[in-house]
């Protein structure tokens, strides 16, 4: 089975300052690994993916996320944070083991502010 | 990635009835894959629907609750059926979108935000 664990419900930071959203993962497999950003009553929007290659995925809006192996984890991050940042933040995985499905699985969701 | 236009975008519904929602997709995909996300929480996965067989659904949804059709590879509807307040949530359709054999990703609908009363 496959599992994602977002551990903050909420973070806080100033603009400017880097943020950090967490996020670990279990798979039987390797990893498929996203993360979403939903601003209020819209749909989810790609931020950036992981399936192979280097470590670090940059991706949409400044974000980037660093793939860790051995700590099972998936943070995402951004440098300088800006008060247009502040939405709830998804991470999802999916198992790319044989057997393990097209199943996407979100994590709780990590609601993100970002103040002046 | 795959444009989705899913509709409709919201609606209130009486208890007791029913609610057809439509995902069109603007290019063929294998898999849909339909979400709910009630209030406050994260998303779950209710079925997955693969054009000419039935669909697929996770622990906690029924057919007879959540009827699925998958007529072709660009459009799916999710019926949510006999409602209770209980199922007022955001409903999305989502796609899995290879190109060229690389994933790339998962693309998804804008949502249909239903109330029931």
């Known amino acids: 089975a496959q599992s994602v664990a977002q551990p903050e419900d909420q973070v806080n930071v100033a603009e400017g300052n880097p943020l950090t959203v967490k996020c670990t993962y279990s798979?039987?497999?390797?990893?498929?690994l996203f993360w979403y950003v939903q601003y209020p009553n819209r749909g989810l929007q790609f931020l950036l993916k992981?399936?192979?290659?280097?470590?670090l995925v940059k991706g949409s809006y400044g974000f980037e996320a660093e793939f860790n192996k051995s700590q099972t984890s998936f943070h995402l991050k951004k440098p300088s944070a800006l008060v247009s940042d502040s939405a709830l933040y998804f991470c999802a995985v999916r198992d790319l083991s044989t057997g393990g499905g097209n199943k996407l699985t979100f994590g709780t969701g990590t609601q993100l502010k970002v103040e002046l | 990635s795959a444009v989705i236009s899913q509709k409709p975008s919201r609606d209130i519904c009486q208890r007791g009835t029913s609610l057809t929602i439509q995902c069109q997709v603007d290019?063929?995909?294998?898999?849909m894959f339909w979400y709910r996300q009630q209030p406050g929480q994260s998303l779950t996965l209710i079925a997955t629907?693969?054009?000419?067989?039935?669909?697929?659904?996770e622990s906690g949804f029924v057919i007879d609750k959540f009827p699925i059709s998958r007529p072709n590879l660009t459009f799916s509807t999710l019926t949510v059926s006999n409602m209770s307040p209980e199922d007022s949530s955001i409903y999305l359709c989502?796609?899995?979108?290879?190109?060229?054999?690389?994933?790339?990703?998962?693309?998804f609908g804008s949502g249909t935000r239903l109330t029931v009363v």
């Open positions: 989502s796609v899995e979108k290879d190109r060229g054999g690389d994933k790339d990703g998962y693309t």
């Open positions: 992981y399936i192979t290659g280097d470590n």
């Open positions: 798979v039987s497999g390797n990893p498929y």
């Open positions: 290019s063929q995909v294998t898999m």
């Open positions: 629907a693969n054009q000419g067989s039935e669909a697929t659904y």
